[in-house]
Nanobody, 120 residues
Framework: QVQVVESGGGLVQPGGSLRLSCAASGITFSIYNMGWYRQAPGKQRELVAR???????NYAEFVKGRFAISRDNAKNTVYLQMNSLKPEDTAVYSC??????????????WGRGTQVTVSS
């Protein structure tokens, strides 16, 4: 059974930092591309950052220079280091594991999310 579980959310003041973790089990983690998404109340879910199976990362413009995504294949975990947090970063952050083979989607798993609130 596949499980994707996020942790590390919480309440932080503007300018502060948090590190989110996403642990996956039941999949061959190293072959999956991993992504962090967020959804604020009343808004659509949006991509925050993504890291491929070979470790290439890309970021949404609104987090470039502030957030960093990384992965530890030995621990089946992907991280999102969030620095210089702003109130507009407040959202539920969710982790996605996705795997394509020969152009076909073969695995697509989501966690339930972790709340991040940036407020003074």
């Amino acid at each position: 059974q596949v499980q994707v579980v996020e942790s590390g959310g919480g309440l932080v003041q503007p300018g502060g930092s948090l590190r989110l973790s996403c642990a996956a089990s039941g999949i061959t983690f190293s072959i999956y591309n991993m992504g962090w998404y967020r959804q604020a109340p009343g808004k659509q879910r949006e991509l925050v950052a993504r890291i491929t199976s070979d470790g290439s990362a890309n970021y949404a413009e609104f987090v470039k220079g502030r957030f960093a995504i990384s992965r530890d294949n030995a621990k089946n975990t992907v991280y999102l280091q969030m620095n210089s947090l702003k109130p507009e970063d407040t959202a539920v952050y969710s982790c996605n594991a996705v795997f394509h083979l020969h152009g076909s989607l073969r695995g697509d798993y989501w966690g339930r999310g972790t709340q991040v609130t940036v407020s003074s």
